[in-house]
């Protein structure tokens, strides 16, 4: 993609000399157009002039219908000027639809996403237009409610929320970094920015990284905000996308609540955005434009509330430079205590022939919870298939011989292989300590957790959330109100079930597998862990019953790990500053990671190679890419660091060969 971008310029650029004779008439103006369909060869505009009796009409934003080569085609007009260097140049036919979807602002927004992620230009501004189809009629059908909320706002959500007031009132584009932990009332003070935004006639975008996570954020917010609210995210459908997009455009729905792709909904006079939980990883989009949404957010030019317990390094670093404006939520509401963490080291389980996914604590708590009819939230990661090998005679997991970490066992490559080293052996047969033939699996998913949980406690209402059980739309909402209705006792699940929750029943927290993101190959492993840890951490004992929370770990000396258990970001943050000014790896520097794609391992590699030398500055690779092969072709990865995205210019692949180019990327893996 950027090298057909790349040629392409290079071919808008070799206009002969002889023929860029300026046209300049006065009363004459010029629309640049980017077609509604481009060729994947072609990243252009072009000029066209506009017709002394469309003049008044055409804007930018609006359809039109031009001549192209042999044929008429459609564009959408992205500039007007008063000259232009093309001769001969050809005349807009007529305006398809008056409609103005977008502005100069827009534009120029996407000019910035094309050229800097090193996407289309009509890729980018696509995140901008209305869904495919007739726009529907939307009716007014605004209700105002309520009923502000009884409480007292503390001091130092009152502190916070005066500053954002400031910036809110100047209409200052300044970037907000809320840290709060967890339950300290962080939702609290987006619902007041955005209702003192809405007292001024402006509107707001709220995203959320999932919609399925957060039920009871978009709860809170209509029952404040009522049909003021538009939920847009990409579970509904079109029919109801391209409905909640018109309604946003009509100035209807003033404040739009969803996932990343609500950042483009067209809203009137916008005011704030705000970003919960800043630094999920599904605000970076996996499909070109390759943008990070909180980047992107502090392009609109109002303010921005990054909001989390948990920032990311990046972030974090930034408001710590003096970039971000930093606001504190030190305690939680009514000063509730955060809930006590016990860390539990599996390999002692293991010693003492306990071969369950949970530990004897872990157990045993259960126990207490569901005999006091309270309710517990398990969680274990995604890719929490961590299955060791271990041998039953003699009690080792076989190990890798150069790292001291278990081998991981993969079934899909029928391989051992330590996630330290890539060392990586096939099954042995036998136990490599005392060759018995007695090796047992263990370890494993969801899945297998709620089957243990079954046999040990065969009364309990087990709820299991995760990819496979909420396929079907919006099923985890149906799961999560069944859980807050009371009509469960455990709830069990990934990554979904680790943010949003906020019940007063939870009183357990386990952390099931915490190392499953620590061996990711990645610079962010520890990162992931921390905030995995402890935003699930964080659902215990929100409200007067006391929480507790074990995490239970084959790794509980990491430092992401004690902090965790300390719920101490601070610590956290410190140690893994250290780290990535030592390796040299954002924020200290930034990453583009480019693929490359070939159906010849060799003609690819070599390419790549040629590639890699040509760039100016520091490169690592070719190396095979962590999914070597796929759909039948050969995949290396260059990594670069501290090459300026805007100014990196790759060269055209011969035909077989792809590039493709991830600038930040989330993850290395
Ligand atoms: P966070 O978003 O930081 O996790 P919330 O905004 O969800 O925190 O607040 C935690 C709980 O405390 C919620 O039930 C919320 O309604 C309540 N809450 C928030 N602010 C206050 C306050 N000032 N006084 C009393 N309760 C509050
Ligand atoms: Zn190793
Ligand atoms: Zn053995």
Known sequence: MAELR????????????????????????????????????LDKTYDYSIPATLLPSVKIGIKVEIPFGKRTTQGYVVGLKEESSVPGIKAILRIVDETVLFG????????????????????????????????????????????????????????????????????????????????????????RAVEHLLLQ????????????????????????????????????????RRAAWWRVAAGQGKIVLGTRLALFAPVKNLGLIVIDEEYENS??????????????????GVPVVLGSATPAVETYYLADMGKYHKLVLSH??????????????????LAQKNFSMLSSELRDSLQETLARGEQAVLFINKRGYYTFVMCRECGKTLECPHCAASLIYSSQAAALACNYCGYSIKQPPLCPNCQSSLLKFFGGGTQKLE??????????????????????????????????????????????????????????????????????????????????????????????????????????????????????YQQFYQQEIEQRREMIYPPFTNLISIIVEAASKKAGFEFAQDLARGIQGTVLGPIPATIARARGKWRFQILLKGVDPL????????????????????SLA
Request: aromatic share 8%; proline share 7%.
């Open 6 to 41: 790349w040629r392409a310029r290079q071919q808008s650029q070799a206009v002969p000399v002889a023929a860029a004779v300026l046209v300049r008439v006065v009363t004459r103006m010029f629309a640049e157009v980017v077609l509604t369909k481009t060729s994947s060869f």
């Open 451 to 568: 089957d243990e949980i079954n046999k040990l406690f065969p009364q309990a209402r087990i709820l299991r959330v995760d990819q496979d059980s909420v396929k079907q739309r919006g099923s985890h909402e149906a799961i999560f109100h069944k859980f807050s209705r009371g009509e469960a006792d455990i709830l069990l699940g990934t990554q979904m079930v680790t943010k949003g929750l906020d019940l007063p029943k939870v009183t357990l927290v386990g952390v099931v597998a915490a190392d499953g993101a620590l061996y990711q190959p990645d610079f962010r492993a520890a990162e992931r862990t921390f905030q995995l840890i402890t935003q699930v951490a964080g659902r215990a004992g929100r409200h007067h019953l006391p929480g507790k929370v074990i995490v239970q770990s084959y790794n509980p000396s990491h430092y992401a790990i004690i902090a965790a258990a300390k719920h101490d």
């Open 104 to 191: 100069p602002n827009v534009v120029s927004i996407a000019r910035w996403l094309a050229d800097y992620y090193h996407a289309f230009f009509l890729r980018a501004l696509n995140l901008f237009l209305p869904p495919k189809g007739k726009a529907p009629i939307t009716k007014n059908q605004i209700s105002s409610n309520y009923q502000p909320p009884k409480f007292q706002l503390t001091q130092e959500q009152t502190a916070a929320l005066n500053t954002i007031f400031r910036a809110i009132d100047e209409n200052r584009p300044e970037v907000f970094l809320l840290h709060g932990v967890t339950g300290s009332g962080k939702t609290e003070v987006y619902l």
């Open 283 to 300: 605000y970076k989009s996996d499909m070109s434009p390759r943008y990070n949404t909180r980047d992107v957010a502090q392009k609109f």
């Open 647 to 666: 100014g990196l210019q790759l060269p055209v692949p011969p035909t077989g060969i792809n590039i493709s180019l991830d600038v930040d990327p989330a």
């Open 332 to 349: 939680r509401i009514d000063h509730r205590p955060l809930p006590p963490v016990t860390v539990v080291d599996m390999r002692r389980e």
């Open 201 to 240: 006639g402006k509107s707001a975008i709220t995203l959320e990284p999932e919609i399925g996570m957060t039920p009871q954020l978009i709860e809170r917010f209509q029952e404040r905000f009522g049909d003021n609210c538009v939920v847009l995210h990409s579970h509904l459908t079109l029919k109801e």
